[in-house]
């Protein structure tokens, strides 16, 4: 029988093992409402993907479709998704909509909706009633996490030999917004006293939620209480079927206010008390959208976090960042939102009066000629994953993707490598690759737009020189060359154009 999907830590590297082999999901999300219909999927999803080269899907499930009826469940979308995945040969990781989406109640049953009192909501200031059920609500915490238990052990029964379903997420961007924090009285009492003894003891902090976090109390209030209800939600979910469990995050910006974006959320801030309170979350997941694609890997890598981003830009750059995901944070995970738009004759711009009104960059949400790109991408990557893989961890890898500067210095065991970026073009990506050091003097350069010049260490007398430069893919792990390039195709440097592509490099010293 072959072993759960599970996370395994390998010298300092968390990697997601699937059927006995690390694996890394080269993935897109569907559309939000696109899993409520099984046709719809068939005919306006799965055909859009094929030619994507992804190996993986990200897809709803709903609370409000699952448990229609209270203690009745519905497991059709389910079991026609993974049917329909199985036979695409993709791999399916599942989102949670339960008690929160996006910061607010929408996916949970109508009986719990007309259940105002039972299931009570947040509060903004002056007690006014939100949409949003209060993680303090332990009435509505037990029901979700009795639903969730009941889909991994519907889960573990039709699939737990195939593992088409590879992780979850619990829940979606959760938080609190339009206020700092939950005013309900419920909230008001349990703010005015102590603080946890688990988080004093993991902050050195002790006293009320004010005196020990000041102007950060309200979002490490609702941080706390947010974590402790998806624990509940997810510990129920493992109980019965242990998947990897993660959560994702509505990043932090503009105007860097709690309640601009979900108050509690697993922001980078915030993911020290989500560690506290949830323990069973192994993943804490960047949803990017902001421009600031590299500082944001950064911050979602910090003490060994896996770096998997459910939801990704539409726009060209998804293109490009995937390679410095994979190269440089080495991510188990990259998908890019709505995904069977992408290669659709005809797509809905994203509604902008939404988006400002939830203070999100519509840039993130254009599609710009993205789809034939990313596929070119994820061929490329998807056939040298091995590799990959092989140098996770290693230092002998490294990713880049092209923002402001004209290029990057990278730093190897013998040589130094200057990338020199393409100028952009309109309707093409930024530069952005891998460069992977596999011998003493041996690189494969993987992606495009970009120039590459080896140079010898500083303060080395030797020179650097190229004995060969070869064209080629990579097929079962194993490198096919092409052409060998030399003369006005490679005497000088090694040039990757405006397609991906791989080169194998061997290089020489001289004096």
Excluded at 178 to 201: I, M
Excluded at 259 to 268: E, F, H, K, N, Q
Aim: aromatic share 12%; charged share 20%; hydrophobic share 40%.
């Amino acid at each position: 029988m072959k072993p759960i999907p599970h996370l395994r830590n390998e010298a300092g590297v968390t990697r997601l093992y699937v059927d006995g082999k690390p694996y890394i999901a080269l993935g897109g999300e569907v559309h939000n409402s696109s899993a409520s219909n099984l046709r719809y999927m068939d005919e306006k999803v799965w055909p859009y993907l094929r030619g994507l080269h992804l190996n993986t899907v990200i897809v709803p499930v709903y609370w409000e479709l699952l448990e229609p009826v209270e203690g009745t469940f519905d497991f059709e979308l389910v079991d026609g998704i993974i049917t329909r995945a199985r036979e695409e040969r993709v791999r399916i990781v599942l989102l949670w909509f339960g008690l929160w989406k996006n910061g607010l109640s929408s996916y949970v049953p109508s009986w719990v909706k007309r259940d105002h009192l039972t299931y009570f909501r947040a509060k903004y200031p002056g007690k006014i009633a939100s949409e949003t059920i209060s993680p303090l609500c332990q009435a509505a915490v037990e029901a979700d996490a009795r639903a969730f238990q009941r889909l991994m052990s519907h889960l573990r029964e039709v699939d737990g030999e195939e593992h088409t379903v590879i992780m979850m997420q619990v829940e979606n961007e959760i938080g609190f917004l339009g206020a700092t924090r939950d005013f309900s009285e419920e909230a008001d009492n349990l703010f005015s006293g102590q603080v946890p003894e688990c988080l004093s003891n993991a902050f050195g902090v002790e006293g009320t939620w004010s005196e020990a976090f000041g102007e950060d109390a309200d979002e490490t209030f609702m941080a706390y209480h947010y974590a402790c209800a998806v624990e509940r939600i997810a510990s129920a979910g493992q109980q019965v079927y242990p998947l990897p469990m993660m959560v994702n995050a509505w990043l932090e910006q503009f105007p860097w206010i709690p309640g601009s974006y979900p108050s509690g959320g697993p922001i980078a801030k915030m993911m020290k008390v989500w560690k506290v309170a949830a323990p069973t979350i192994s993943i804490y997941a960047p949803d990017i959208y902001l421009p600031n694609f590299n500082e944001i890997c950064e911050e979602y890598t910090i003490n060994g976090n896996p770096l998997f981003i459910p939801e990704a830009r539409r726009d060209l750059v998804s293109a490009a960042n995937v390679f410095y995901a994979l190269g440089q944070h080495d991510a188990i995970g990259f998908s890019p939102f709505g995904i069977e738009d992408f290669l659709a004759e005809h797509v809905d711009e994203a509604d902008a009066s939404l988006m400002s009104a939830l203070n999100i960059e519509q840039s993130g949400f254009i599609l710009n000629g993205t789809g034939p790109y990313l596929a070119k991408s994820y061929r490329l990557l998807g056939n040298m994953l091995g590799l990959i893989q092989r140098y996770n961890g290693t230092g002998a890898m490294k990713g880049f993707v092209q923002n402001r500067e004209k290029g990057c210095l990278l730093s190897f065991n013998k040589y130094d490598i200057k990338i020199t970026f393409d100028t952009p073009e309109v309707g093409r990506p930024v530069a952005g690759g891998i460069v992977i050091e596999t011998g003493e003097n041996e690189f494969f350069l993987a992606g495009y737009g970009y120039t590459v010049n080896f140079l010898p260490k500083r303060n080395e007398c030797k020179q650097a020189g190229i004995i060969r430069i070869e064209e080629g893919e990579f097929e079962n792990d194993s490198w096919q060359r092409g052409r060998v390039l030399n003369g006005d195709e490679g005497a000088y440097h090694v040039k990757l154009g405006n397609d991906p592509e791989i080169h194998r490099v061997e290089l020489y010293q001289y004096e």
